[in-house]
Structures are given as C-alpha cells and as structure tokens.
C-alpha cells in the first residue's frame, strides 16, 4: 500500500452507463479453442522496471500448471479509473482487472460471478479469506471478486521523511491529526521551500474516522469515531472533524506547504524520493509497523509514521484491492484458476512481489523468512497490497516474531465497522448518484487538497448536492441501512 495515489480513482466509473456487458452470463463456458491462453489483465499503477523478467518467470508456473500466461497492461493511478471505466462501458472482452468502483459495477453487471467459481476452483486463496473480505464484498448476497488478502484492519497515518526530520531535527512526537503538523511543516518549509511538504495530488482523501457505503468520494458516511452515531448515514463533509481537517489543509496550501496544482496533479511522489516531506500512507497488521514502508523505500530508516485514525476493520480494507474477471470474458474459470494460483502458490507470488531471487533476496535457514540484498528495488518489483495473498509472502529478517504475533493477534481483534457488509442496491437512485458524483468531481478534489476555503466551499456543495438529489439517495440508503441493522440483531 505504499503509493500516495493508492486510493486514487476519479469519478468516471460511476456514470450510469449502460453496460453493454451486463446481459454477459457469469457462467459462460471458457473458450476451448485450443493452445496456452493470454489473459488480459488490468493493474494500477506503473509497471515494475524489470517487468520481463518477472512475468516471464511467473509465466513458466503458469503455463506449467494451466496452459496460460499473463500479460499484465499497466495504467497510471491518476488514469485508471476514467480509462476502466471507459473499458468497462464498451464492453471489452479483458479477463481480470483490479476492480474500480467495486459495488456499483457489480451491480450493474461488469463484473463475472464468483460465488461458485471460487470455492471450486481457487479453494486454497478462499480459504485463507479473513471472514470480513467475504462479509464486505458480498453484493445482494453474491461475490465478484477475490480480494487480495491483506490489511484487512488499516489505520490512516501521517508518514515523514526522515532524512528531512534528521537533518532539521523536527520534532513530530505530539502529531496525532492534520492540525499538529503546523509547526513541522513551518520548519521544513523555512529550509526547504522547493520541496514539497504535504504531499496530496488529484484523488487524495483527507483521512477521518468514517466508513463509506458507497465510495469514499461520496458525502454519504458513517461515523466510527467513539463519539459518533453508527446507526446513521451522514454528509461527513458537515461533520466537525472533517472540517478541522479541512481548514488545517488549507491553511498549509495558503503556505505554500502543499503544491499549489494538487487539485489537478497526478504527480508520483516516490517512497524512495526526497521530493516531499509529509504524506497519509495506511497502514496494517502485515506492514509491520513503518517496515513495509521502509523496504518499499529501500531503507530501514527511511520513514517514520504517526497515527491520525483509529485501527478498523471496514468496507475500504474488505475491498481494498479486488481482483475481478470480466463479464465478457471468454475465460472465466481458467482466470479463476489463474487468480487462485497467484494467491496461494509462495514461489509465484514471491517471486513477483520480492522481485528477482538471488539478485534482490535470498532465503535464509528460516523457510519463512528472507533477506534483502543490495540489489532489491521497490520499482523492480509489484506491490504487497495489489498482487495476492500476503499470509503466504516470506517475511524479512528484519521482522521479529513477535511483530508476527502482533499482526495475527491485530487481525483477530480488530474492530469491525458497523456498515462492513452493507452493500446498498443502488438500482433506484443511478441517476441521482450520477449527478451527486458530478457534483463531487467538482468540490472533491478542490476541498480535500486544501485548494479551496472549506466553509465556503462546502456550502456552494450543499447547494449543489440538494439539486443533484442528495435527500433522495440520503433516505434510500439509510432505509436500507435501517434493515441491514435490524438483520444483524
């Protein structure tokens, strides 16, 4: 989870379009034509350097096991929402694909229904689910994806540079929200104005204590906070805390803390870079506290966080990454079969997602456990969180067994969300959620990179949301949520 856009995605994908793909049974018979298959698959992000090498290798597993191959087709994460959604529209045939937009293009028939494909043929990968990626995926009782098995409980975190926090001595030990950050920002920014010192871009989304039935670009949350009323689905961006986020972002954009084209930039801030100072990163029970940043970083003291929410089991962790297959692909078992490989073989995974054995780690007497060569890149490898099953990735040296224990014992007692499950049907209110998502592609990004005047700002989006019908889908949902809580009684 390690890229600052990893949750970027822009509102395209909720267009109420009308999907030629919809009519495409999930249970289409694969296509029997003969010869190892291609399957195309779709992936956030930017392609590992050594790409070639990598899937080259993980193709010889999977030639070796099913007759087919992968050819990974890599799109920007500024970029991968719009262009999903505009493959998703046309219809094309493509086999797997991190899912955008997961509930709603379920819903409306993008993606193939695995409900029966997966137990069947990816047993082991479905088996090692935690409960609550089964629970938070299910759309109107059925399952399209096959989530990556990760963070399944997240904290949202302030991550700092540390080479900067060194070499000013910036003191970041009372941080614990946006607001704290004032007086590190000031000081770094007084010594290094041409770097960036809160890092945000298009896409980025303030972190509160808050889950989401919908998107987390949308003003419809629940409140998780322990002051909050979980029972009731509100506009967070009304909320105070929200607010106080808000105005502290704009005050550093005032400052020049925060680039003043983040509203429309799709700008990559490397891990490993010294173009920023500050940035949100989340992080969970297999990130080993800052180790999964600092390995991503390339250094073991490269980063250090500070906790801004609190840990919690919810609806974005459930669908963090999902990888779905296509309605119309032609393929659908045979990219089922593919996805449970990729999750529950150790040396196809590992190889991917460690990158080059020999070159950037080795094995060590610990059949588990792995160390780090010179030679590792983070950009000569793929990404924990979006490539598959991290209970089977081999862990560093670094990582101490009780760090282990800590993670099992973070997965087993994380708190669920009280809307983890509730995937609302949003047949009747497709017009209405168009236009209110419209009306966010215009105050999203403007408000949550601290661009606009919050107070303002928000009042000119409650006049807007009001016309787009916001009541409407307020009211549909929570009716829907009202019966989603009295089932669970």
């Given at each position: 989870?390690?890229?600052?856009?990893?949750?970027?995605?822009?509102?395209?994908?909720?267009?109420?379009?009308?999907?030629?793909?919809?009519?495409?049974?999930?249970?289409?018979?694969?296509?029997?034509?003969?010869?190892?298959?291609?399957?195309?698959?779709?992936?956030?992000?930017?392609?590992?350097?050594?790409?070639?090498?990598?899937?080259?290798?993980?193709?010889?597993?999977?030639?070796?096991?099913?007759?087919?191959?992968?050819?990974?087709?890599?799109?920007?994460?500024?970029?991968?929402?719009?262009?999903?959604?505009?493959?998703?529209s046309s219809g094309e045939a493509y086999?797997?694909?991190?899912?955008?937009?997961?509930?709603?293009?379920?819903?409306?028939?993008?993606?193939?229904?695995?409900?029966?494909?997966?137990?069947?043929?990816?047993?082991?990968?479905?088996?090692?689910?935690?409960?609550?990626?089964?629970?938070?995926?299910?759309?109107?009782?059925?399952?399209?994806?096959?989530?990556?098995?990760?963070?399944?409980?997240?904290?949202?975190?302030?991550?700092?540079?540390?080479?900067?926090?060194?070499?000013?001595?910036?003191?970041?030990?009372?941080?614990?929200?946006?607001?704290?950050?004032?007086?590190?920002?000031?000081?770094?920014?007084?010594?290094?104005?041409?770097?960036?010192?809160?890092?945000?871009?298009?896409?980025?989304?303030?972190?509160?204590?808050?889950?989401?039935?919908?998107?987390?670009?949308?003003?419809?949350?629940?409140?998780?906070?322990?002051?909050?009323?979980?029972?009731?689905?509100?506009?967070?961006?009304?909320?105070?805390?929200?607010?106080?986020?808000?105005?502290?972002?704009?005050?550093?954009?005032?400052?020049?803390?925060?680039?003043?084209?983040?509203?429309?930039?799709?700008?990559?801030?490397?891990?490993?870079?010294?173009?920023?100072?500050a940035r949100q990163e989340a992080q969970?029970?297999?990130?080993?506290?800052?180790?999964?940043?600092?390995?991503?970083?390339?250094?073991?003291?490269?980063?250090?966080?500070?906790?801004?929410?609190?840990?919690?089991?919810?609806?974005?962790?459930?669908?963090?990454?999902?990888?779905?297959?296509?309605?119309?692909?032609?393929?659908?078992?045979?990219?089922?079969?593919?996805?449970?490989?990729?999750?529950?073989?150790?040396?196809?995974?590992?190889?991917?997602?460690?990158?080059?054995?020999?070159?950037?780690?080795?094995?060590?007497?610990?059949?588990?456990?792995?160390?780090?060569?010179?030679?590792?890149?983070?950009?000569?490898?793929?990404?924990?969180?979006?490539?598959?099953?991290?209970?089977?990735?081999?862990?560093?040296?670094?990582?101490?067994?009780?760090?282990?224990?800590?993670?099992?014992?973070?997965?087993?007692?994380?708190?669920?969300?009280?809307i983890l499950g509730f995937n609302p049907?949003?047949?009747?209110?497709?017009?209405?959620?168009?236009?209110?998502?419209?009306?966010?592609?215009?105050?999203?990004?403007?408000?949550?990179?601290?661009?606009?005047?919050?107070?303002?700002?928000?009042?000119?989006?409650?006049?807007?949301?009001?016309?787009?019908?916001?009541?409407?889908?307020?009211?549909?949902?929570?009716?829907?949520?009202?019966?989603?809580?009295?089932?669970?009684?």
């Amino acid at each position: 989870m390690k890229k600052i856009t990893k949750l970027l995605l822009t509102g395209v994908a909720l267009m109420g379009v009308a999907l030629s793909v919809a009519g495409c049974s999930s249970k289409q018979a694969d296509d029997n034509s003969g010869g190892t298959k291609t399957l195309t698959m779709y992936q956030i992000g930017e392609k590992p350097k050594n790409y070639d090498t990598l899937i080259k290798k993980a193709n010889k597993t999977i030639e070796k096991k099913y007759n087919a191959k992968l050819k990974i087709n890599y799109i920007g994460y500024g970029d991968y929402a719009q262009k999903m959604a505009v493959i998703v529209s046309s219809g094309e045939a493509y086999d797997i694909a991190k899912a955008d937009n997961y509930t709603l293009n379920a819903q409306k028939g993008a993606y193939a229904d695995l409900t029966e494909l997966l137990p069947k043929y990816a047993s082991k990968a479905y088996k090692n689910l935690d409960s609550a990626y089964i629970k938070g995926n299910k759309v109107n009782g059925k399952l399209y994806a096959l989530p990556v098995n990760a963070n399944v409980s997240t904290t949202e975190t302030i991550a700092f540079n540390k080479y900067y926090l060194d070499k000013y001595d910036i003191d970041i030990s009372k941080v614990s929200s946006y607001s704290d950050l004032e007086s590190a920002l000031k000081k770094f920014h007084a010594n290094e104005p041409n770097v960036v010192g809160f890092a945000a871009v298009k896409g980025f989304k303030s972190a509160a204590d808050f889950d989401y039935p919908l998107s987390s670009r949308l003003p419809f949350a629940v409140d998780t906070s322990s002051n909050g009323d979980p029972t009731k689905i509100v506009n967070q961006y009304n909320s105070a805390q929200m607010l106080e986020n808000l105005e502290a972002l704009h005050s550093y954009y005032k400052k020049g803390y925060i680039a003043q084209d983040a509203a429309t930039s799709t700008k990559e801030y490397l891990l490993d870079s010294k173009t920023w100072f500050a940035r949100q990163e989340a992080q969970g029970p297999y990130d080993y506290g800052d180790q999964a940043l600092n390995t991503a970083a390339g250094s073991k003291d490269a980063i250090v966080t500070k906790e801004i929410t609190t840990p919690l089991k919810a609806t974005g962790n459930a669908q963090m990454f999902n990888w779905v297959v296509g309605n119309a692909s032609k393929n659908k078992t045979l990219s089922v079969k593919v996805l449970g490989l990729l999750n529950s073989d150790p040396d196809l995974l590992n190889g991917l997602v460690w990158g080059e054995e020999g070159k950037a780690w080795e094995k060590t007497g610990d059949a588990d456990k792995i160390k780090l060569l010179p030679g590792y890149k983070a950009d000569e490898s793929m990404g924990a969180w979006m490539t598959g099953n991290n209970q089977i990735l081999y862990t560093t040296t670094d990582v101490t067994d009780k760090e282990i224990a800590t993670r099992d014992n973070t997965i087993k007692t994380a708190k669920e969300s009280p809307i983890l499950g509730f995937n609302p049907d949003t047949s009747k209110i497709k017009t209405q959620i168009t236009n209110i998502q419209n009306v966010m592609d215009q105050y999203g990004d403007i408000l949550n990179t601290g661009t606009a005047e919050p107070k303002a700002t928000i009042k000119q989006m409650n006049k807007a949301l009001k016309s787009a019908g916001y009541a409407e889908v307020q009211k549909e949902l929570q009716t829907q949520y009202d019966k989603f809580l009295k089932a669970q009684k």
